[in-house]
C-alpha cells in the first residue's frame, strides 16, 4: 500500500521534483564520465611509458576529485531535500491529522525518495554514458593521442564506484528526512509558509550609504588589481582585494534594488501599473533578506567562469600551437663545454656507437652549431628587466645564444622558407618567446648596435625573426639569438650542437623515445633530446590534467551555484503561496501571476550572472597576463565554451525552476484557470 502511494505521489508531485531530479541526474552524469576514463581502451595500449603515466595520474586525479565531489554533493542533495519536506509541510500535517504515525510518514517519503533516486540514476547513468564519450574524445585529443585510437566504451568499474556513492548520500538523506519528520509537530506543518519577509533597515540614506561604500570597495579592489599585486598570493594586497571584493559585492547585492526602487517610485504611472508594485517590493525584500547567498553564488560563478576558462583555454592553445611549435620530429643536443664529451665526436658518431643506427630511424638531418660571445649577456639588449616575465628573473645574466648566418639559413630551407643575406657588419635578432620578443624588437628600433667579439654590427632590419630551429616546450623555443655573419661566427667558439630530424616512415614514435631514453638520461649526461612525441605527452599532458580539472571542478561549482538559487527560488515561492491567494482576491488573474514569477526568477538568477560575468571581464585578463609571466604561456580565455557551458546548465536550470514555481502556484491557489 505504501509504494502505491509512493508512486502516486512521486507522480503526482513530479513537477515540485524537477531541480531535485536535475541535480540529481547531472551529479550522476558528471561522476560516472570523469570516473569511466580509465576505461578507455586508447589509454590502456599507449605504448609510451610518459603516456601511461600521465594516463594514470588523470585517472587518479578524477578518483580523489570524485570522492571530494561527492562529499559536496551530499550537503547539495540534502540542501535540496529540505525544500521538498518544506514543500510537502501540509500534507505531513494531513498525513498526521489523520492518524497516520510518523513511522509510516517516514516510510511514504523513504520509499518516494528511493523511487525518484532510481529514476535519477538511470537518466544520469544514461546521460553519463554519452558525456564520457565526449569527455574521452576530449581527454584523447589534449594528451595528443591519435583520435583513430578512440573506441566507445562503458565503465563497470565506473558504475559501481557511483552506485556505491550515491546509496551512501541517499543513505544520509533518508536518514536526515526520518529525524526531520520525527521532530515535527502537527501546528507547525498546518501553519508552515507564514513567515513574513521583513527588510532589515528601512532607512533610505543608510541603504545609500551601502551602497556607496559597495561600489568603493570594488573600485578600490580593482585598483589594487591592476595597480597593485591584488592577485598575488603571497602579497597583503590580496587578502585586502579579497576582502573588498567579498564585502563590495554584498553591499552592493545588499542596497541596489533598495536604491532602484526608490528611484522608480518617482515613475508612479508606471510604478502602480499593474502589480509592479507588488513584483518590485517581492525582488526587493527577497534579495536583501539572501543578500549573503547570492553573493556566495555570485563569487562561485566568476571562479567557475575564470577556472574553466582559463583551464580549457590553456589546454587548446598549446594543443592547437603544437604542430606549429615542432617543425621536426627529433632535437638531440650535445654539450661541446662537457667533459664528458669526446673530441670530435658527433652526435652521429655517438649513438651509432651505442648500437642506435641513425640512418635506421631517422631522415632529414640537419646539423647546426651555437656559439657564444662571454662577454655578451641578454642584459646588454635587454636594459629593463622589470619587463621581464618572473620566469625570466635570471635571464639578463644568461649569455646570449649566436648562429651563424650559413646555419641559420639550413634551418629556413629546410622549413620551406627563403634564405637571408647578411653583411659581416650585421647581425639580425631571432626569437619565439613573446616574453622577449617585442623587448628585443625595441632593441632594434632605439639603439640596434651590438659588440660580437671585436666587432660592432647593425641591424640588417628592424624585424625579429621568428623561426623555431630545435625543439623545446611551446612558449620557451627560443628567447634571443643573433644571427651573424660566418666571418665574425668563424672567430667565435661553439658551445651546442643540435640535430634536427624527423622520424623515417613506419618507426613508431614512441618506439625511439624509449630505445634512446636508455641512452640519453641524467642531469650530468652531456646529450639532450626532446622528440614531438614526447612534447605532446609530458609538456601538452601536464596542462591537459589542470584542465581536466578545472573544467571538472567549474562544473560542479556552477551546478552548486544555480541548484541554491533555483532551492531557495522555490522555497519562497512556497512561502509566498497566501500572498499570490491575496493578488488573485484582488481580481488578478493568471497570466499577470505567471509575469511576476518569471520576472522575480529573472532577477534572481540573472543578478548574480551578470556580476559574475562583469567580474570574469574585468579580472580574467589580468589573471591570464599573470599566466602569461608566470609560465611564460600566452593563451587565449576560451570564453565560447564557459559561455556555451553556462548556457546550457544555468538555462535549463531557470526554465525547470520557472514552471516548476506555477506548478507550485496553479496547486495552491486558485489562480483563474480561464
Excluded at 515540485?16 to 590502456?44: C, H, K, P, R, W
Excluded at 562503458?154 to 538523506?173: E, H, Q, R
Aim: aromatic share 12%; hydrophobic share 45%; with cysteine.
Amino acid at each position: 500500500m505504501y509504494l502505491k502511494i509512493s508512486w502516486n505521489n512521486v507522480k503526482k508531485n513530479f513537477k515540485d521534483y524537477g531541480v531535485y531530479f536535475l541535480t540529481l541526474m547531472i551529479a550522476i552524469a558528471l561522476f560516472y564520465a570523469f570516473n569511466s576514463l580509465g576505461s578507455q581502451s586508447a589509454f590502456e595500449t599507449a605504448t609510451s611509458t610518459a603516456t601511461k603515466n600521465l594516463s594514470k595520474q588523470l585517472i587518479t586525479m578524477m578518483s580523489v576529485l570524485s570522492k571530494f565531489v561527492a562529499v559536496i554533493l551530499s550537503f547539495l542533495i540534502i540542501y535540496a531535500n529540505n525544500f521538498l519536506l518544506k514543500r510537502r509541510k501540509k500534507e505531513l500535517g494531513i498525513y498526521m491529522l489523520l492518524g497516520m504515525e510518523n513511522r509510516r510518514i517516514s516510510s511514504i517519503f523513504v520509499t518516494e525518495i528511493i523511487l525518484v533516486g532510481i529514476i535519477s540514476f538511470l537518466a544520469g547513468i544514461t546521460v553519463g554514458s554519452v558525456l564520457s564519450q565526449g569527455i574521452s574524445i576530449l581527454a584523447l585529443r589534449l594528451f595528443a593521442f591519435d583520435l583513430s585510437s578512440y573506441q566507445f566504451s562503458f565503465s563497470m568499474t565506473s558504475l559501481g564506484n557511483t552506485l556505491i556513492a550515491f546509496v551512501i548520500i541517499f543513505v544520509l538523506v533518508i536518514l536526515f528526512n526520518v529525524r526531520m519528520i520525527r521532530k515535527v509537530k502537527l501546528i507547525d506543518l498546518m501553519n508552515a509558509g507564514r513567515v513574513n519577509e521583513q527588510l532589515n533597515i528601512k532607512s533610505i540614506k543608510v541603504i545609500v550609504g551601502i551602497f556607496l561604500v559597495g561600489i568603493a570597495m570594488l573600485f578600490s579592489a580593482l585598483w589594487l588589481i591592476y595597480k597593485g599585486n591584488g592577485l598575488k598570493a603571497d602579497s597583503p594586497e590580496f587578502l585586502i582585494s579579497a576582502a573588498f571584493v567579498i564585502l563590495g559585492t554584498g553591499c552592493l547585492i545588499y542596497s541596489f534594488f533598495t536604491v532602484f526602487l526608490s528611484l522608480l517610485k518617482r515613475n508612479s504611472k508606471w510604478y502602480y501599473k499593474n502589480i509592479n508594485v507588488f513584483v518590485l517590493r517581492q525582488i526587493s525584500s527577497k534579495i536583501q533578506t539572501n543578500f549573503v547567498t547570492i553573493t556566495v553564488v555570485c563569487l562561485l560563478l566568476t571562479a567557475t567562469m575564470v577556472i574553466v576558462s582559463t583551464g580549457m583555454g590553456m589546454a587548446f592553445t598549446l594543443n592547437n600551437n603544437a604542430d606549429s611549435a615542432a617543425p621536426y620530429e627529433v632535437s638531440i643536443y650535445q654539450e661541446l663545454d662537457n667533459p664528458k664529451v669526446v673530441k670530435g665526436q658527433s652526435i652521429t658518431d655517438y649513438l651509432q656507437e651505442h648500437k642506435i643506427k641513425t640512418d635506421d630511424y631517422l631522415e632529414k638531418k640537419l646539423e647546426i652549431h651555437i656559439i657564444e660571445d662571454k662577454s655578451l649577456q641578454y642584459n646588454q639588449v635587454l636594459p629593463d628587466t622589470s619587463l621581464l616575465w618572473d620566469t625570466d628573473k635570471d635571464l639578463p645574466q644568461e649569455n646570449m645564444p649566436i648562429m651563424s648566418i650559413s646555419d641559420y639559413n639550413k634551418i629556413l630551407v629546410s622549413q620551406g622558407k627563403d634564405k637571408i643575406q647578411l653583411n659581416d657588419d650585421q647581425y639580425i635578432f631571432n626569437s619565439c618567446y613573446k616574453g622577449t620578443k617585442e623587448l628585443l624588437a625595441n632593441y632594434l628600433g632605439k639603439k640596434g648596435h651590438i659588440t660580437v667579439g671585436d666587432q660592432t654590427l647593425t641591424p640588417a632590419e628592424l624585424k625579429v625573426q621568428e623561426v623555431i630551429y630545435y625543439l623545446s616546450p611551446v612558449g620557451a623555443n627560443d628567447k634571443g639569438t643573433i644571427i651573424v655573419s660566418d666571418q665574425v661566427a668563424k672567430e667565435l667558439t661553439p658551445t651546442l650542437v643540435v640535430l634536427n630530424a624527423h622520424l623515417q616512415k613506419g618507426v613508431e614514435p614512441e618506439s625511439f623515445d624509449n630505445q634512446i631514453l636508455k641512452l640519453i638520461g641524467g642531469s650530468d649526461c652531456p646529450y639532450k633530446f626532446f622528440t614531438k612525441s614526447m612534447l605532446n605527452v609530458i609538456y601538452y599532458g601536464g596542462f591537459a590534467l589542470v584542465a581536466f580539472v578545472c573544467c571538472y571542478m567549474g562544473i560542479v561549482f556552477l551546478i552548486i551555484s544555480v541548484s541554491i538559487l533555483a532551492l531557495q527560488q522555490l522555497t519562497e515561492t512556497v512561502d509566498n503561496v497566501y500572498r499570490y491567494q491575496m493578488l488573485k482576491n484582488l481580481g488578478v488573474d493568471k497570466g499577470m501571476c505567471n509575469k511576476a514569477i518569471l520576472r522575480q526568477i529573472v532577477v534572481y538568477f540573472g543578478t548574480p550572472l551578470l556580476l559574475a560575468i562583469i567580474y570574469t571581464l574585468v579580472g580574467l585578463p589580468k589573471i591570464l597576463s599573470m599566466v602569461r609571466r608566470g609560465l611564460g604561456l600566452q593563451i587565449g580565455s576560451n570564453v565560447g565554451f564557459t559561455l556555451v557551458l553556462f548556457l546550457i546548465i544555468y538555462g535549463s536550470y531557470f526554465v525547470i525552476t520557472y514552471f516548476s514555481c506555477r506548478s507550485i502556484l496553479g496547486g495552491n491557489i486558485a489562480i483563474d484557470k480561464e
